[in-house]
């Protein structure tokens, strides 16, 4: 099974609402990964997780919270979003690192509107 | 730095014909890998094919194939016999071990339309 889940599938949320994505995979993946879509763009690497811990932030505005609360869990919690930020967010997830190259597996996506 | 180039926004194709779309990579890393995924409009990224950087052989994949030339930084996607379905964007990418192989980096894309 090479399945990632993401909920909600759409979001409607104003400026000042506190939202929050969710990601699961069962894959036994210790890496997890958010990615942000424009339309018409390649995916943009945010956040990743490796072994519950964040390893990489790619300078992401801190209205951007994520949150990894076990090896299958990963959360984004959203915070006094602005317009621009409406787009495709997408969760990944490979197995670990370790010196060898794997395949992400990635979700349904997210897609957000920010009102 | 690593960066992929997708030269061809669209390509068009007939049904059973086969289509090549292109890429080419730059980066300085010693070891690094290839990856081609398909996004239909539903937005899901679909894992293809994946070459890594020392593969002697080609990587292949049922009707997916990966022409690697290194000494040329190109990795281009051969889709044989194409389908109906097989219409939607194409992202080529790349990991290396500079950044621990934790960074996907992808092109801008190429969709394709397989035309009946």
């Known amino acids: 099974d090479t399945e990632v889940t993401q909920t909600p599938k759409h979001l409607v949320m104003g400026m000042t609402n506190k939202k929050s994505l969710k990601c699961e995979q069962h894959?036994?993946?210790?890496?997890m990964y958010w990615y942000k879509q424009k339309a018409k763009k390649p995916p943009e690497l945010m956040f990743v997780?490796?072994?519950?811990?964040?390893?990489i932030n790619e300078s992401v505005p801190s209205r951007f919270s994520p949150e990894c609360p076990n090896s299958s869990l990963l959360n984004l919690h959203l915070h006094a979003l602005q317009p621009e930020d409406s787009a495709l967010y997408l969760c990944?997830?490979?197995?670990?690192?370790?010196?060898?190259?794997?395949?992400?597996?990635f979700g349904p996506g997210t897609r957000l509107t920010v009102t | 730095a690593q960066k992929i180039t997708q030269t061809q926004p669209g390509m068009f194709v007939q049904e059973k014909e086969a289509v090549t779309l292109d890429c080419t990579y730059d980066t300085s890393d010693p070891s690094y890998g290839l990856f081609w995924y398909k996004q239909p409009s539903s937005g899901e990224m679909i894992f293809l094919i994946y070459q890594g950087s020392y593969d002697q052989q080609n990587a292949t994949e049922g009707r997916y194939s990966l022409n690697f030339q290194k000494a040329r930084k190109s990795a281009n996607l051969v889709i044989s016999a194409s389908q109906l379905g097989d219409s939607a964007m194409y992202f080529c990418a790349m990991r290396g071990l500079n950044t621990g192989f934790q960074k996907l980096v992808f092109g801008t894309g190429t969709r394709l339309l397989v035309s009946p």
């Open positions: 997780y490796s072994y519950e811990k964040l390893s």
């Open positions: 990944a997830s490979s197995q670990s690192q370790g010196g060898a190259i794997y395949e992400q597996y």
């Open positions: 894959m036994g993946h210790r890496a």
